[in-house]
């Protein structure tokens, strides 16, 4: 299927779109400001060794020297995670003040971002990720991903260490690799050897401290992650980002960077195919289908359900054909719902129900069909007995609602309110515990103007009721910067 990717940059954002047959079917957005410091190595300088923590503090260039642990360190040898801080692996450790000194130029790798107070966590054992592979320049090991079956793993071993050949460093095969074709796998150690040939470089020309490599931008990671061989165009709206990804690409996937262009465009680039109003429709609860049923995709702390209803669509020649032609257009809505929203977890489908088996497997096929075209890991299972299709798709990133939205300050994320007419209740109730231990000369309630005006209305004979029988006034003042569920009952 025909693929174009858009790119839509500007020096606080960066947006990116991938259109399949004229339709949005994923969209990526990284935010300058927002971007971590994990995966960067840089060439530090060992500013302190403290024995009595078997720590060391190293300058690597930021606000706050960072912190590195005898954990971390690299030894010659099987690499001891950073868990492990008493020699529980059966070897014993060197104490870090006769592994490091202060002024020592070390290359080190942040782990952890910087948080408050604390500085950056650091390991001296370097790792670089790629599409599909990590790097281990200072290991002779080759593994593969746990979350692999262990029937297959031995076999991808194999295969990935003829690959790797005798050039030396460590690889694993990370989870989406699992079905990659050779040449992709070694288009893959072809990058990852280049970058740390680059990283070597720099650490013998630079004085530390020095940034010798950051972990890609999504600009860059359009060229190693997303370009497939069905993409046709790779469009950016900057021609300083067109030049500087050009020249990226030529150095390490000269194939992807051919197909890049520089979009000279009068439009916005994104009105090309309608993506600002795709993300808009993306954020809503409510999914619109062609024939006139609709989705509700609902997206919760543990899964995400979604919702197929028919709506208006009365099109077939009876019921079981309208439920059947709206549940396969449903299919290939939620699938490309799925990757728009970048929804991951456990998924519930809730097709309406069909009577006929022939229907059900028809639905369930295509359901599956469009999952396929997934580059994130998809695993989908049958109708259950409550006619419900359970399936889980790989966390890769925050989903699109997280990155773009925060929970309603009215709502706290409910999605939904008291009545103005609870909140009046309340109010009420509120009254009369006070009227219980305080003796006011008179109560003041500031409330929501719709609060204030059913006091005024259909709720003045309950208020002037309550006036009576704690014997006190009770006067209102309207606030319009109040939500509805606010309000305060202040004692004069």
């Not at 690597?60 to 954990?71: C, P, T, W």
Request: charged share 25%; with cysteine.
């Amino acid at each position: 299927m025909q693929q174009d990717i858009l790119i839509n940059w500007s020096p606080q954002e960066t947006r990116v779109a991938i259109v399949e047959s004229g339709s949005v079917q994923e969209l990526h957005v990284e935010r300058t400001l927002e971007r971590g410091l994990v995966g960067n190595v840089y060439l530090g300088k060992v500013a302190r060794v403290l024995p009595g923590m078997q720590s060391a503090f190293i300058d690597i260039g930021l606000e706050r020297a960072a912190f590195l642990h005898v954990a971390d360190l690299h030894t010659n040898g099987p690499h001891v995670p950073s868990r492990d801080t008493d020699g529980r692996n059966g070897q014993p450790q060197v104490p870090i003040e006769k592994q490091v000194f202060e002024g020592q130029a070390l290359m080190v790798q942040v782990i952890k971002d910087p948080i408050g107070t604390k500085g950056a966590r650091l390991s001296s054992q370097i790792s670089i990720a790629g599409r599909l592979l990590v790097f281990l320049p200072q290991d002779d090991h080759v593994g593969v991903s746990q979350k692999i079956p262990s029937d297959q793993r031995e076999a991808l071993r194999r295969r990935l260490t003829a690959l790797a050949g005798e050039a030396g460093g460590g690889f694993i095969l990370r989870t989406n690799g699992e079905d990659a074709s050779d040449a992709e796998l070694g288009e893959d150690i072809s990058y990852l050897r280049k970058t740390w040939t680059r990283i070597k470089d720099g650490a013998q020309r630079l004085p530390p401290p020095a940034l010798l490599h950051q972990d890609l931008n999504l600009l860059q990671r359009v060229l190693r992650d997303l370009v497939t061989e069905e993409t046709q165009t790779i469009r950016i709206d900057s021609r300083e980002q067109h030049g500087l990804l050009l020249a990226f690409g030529q150095e390490f996937m000269p194939a992807a960077a051919g197909r890049l262009q520089l979009y000279k465009g009068e439009r916005p680039i994104f009105d090309l195919y309608s993506v600002d109003e795709e993300i808009a429709r993306a954020l809503g609860r409510r999914v619109d289908l062609k024939s006139g049923g609709y989705l509700i995709v609902d997206q919760t702390e543990a899964l995400t359900t979604v919702d197929v209803n028919t709506g208006g669509y009365v099109g077939a020649r009876n019921f079981d054909d309208t439920i059947f032609k709206t549940n396969l257009e449903a299919a290939h809505a939620i699938a490309r719902q799925l990757r728009l929203r970048n929804l991951g977890g456990i998924i519930i489908v809730d097709f309406i129900d069909m009577q006929r088996e022939d229907h059900r497997d028809a639905v369930l096929s295509e359901f599956r069909k469009q999952l396929a075209r997934d580059r994130v890991k998809t695993m989908s299972g049958g109708f259950s007995q409550l006619g419900l299709v359970e399936m889980t798709r790989k966390r890769t990133r925050e989903s699109l609602a997280h990155l773009l939205c925060q929970p309603c300050d009215a709502c706290q994320g409910k999605g939904a309110v008291r009545t103005a007419r609870t909140v009046a209740y309340d109010i009420l109730r509120e009254i009369l515990r006070e009227a219980r231990q305080f003796n006011p000369r008179e109560y003041r309630v500031v409330a929501a103007p719709q609060v204030v005006e059913l006091f005024l209305d259909e709720e003045s004979q309950h208020l002037a009721g309550l006036s009576d029988f704690i014997g006190k006034p009770i006067s209102l003042q309207s606030e319009s910067a109040m939500g509805q569920e606010q309000y305060d009952i202040v004692l004069l």
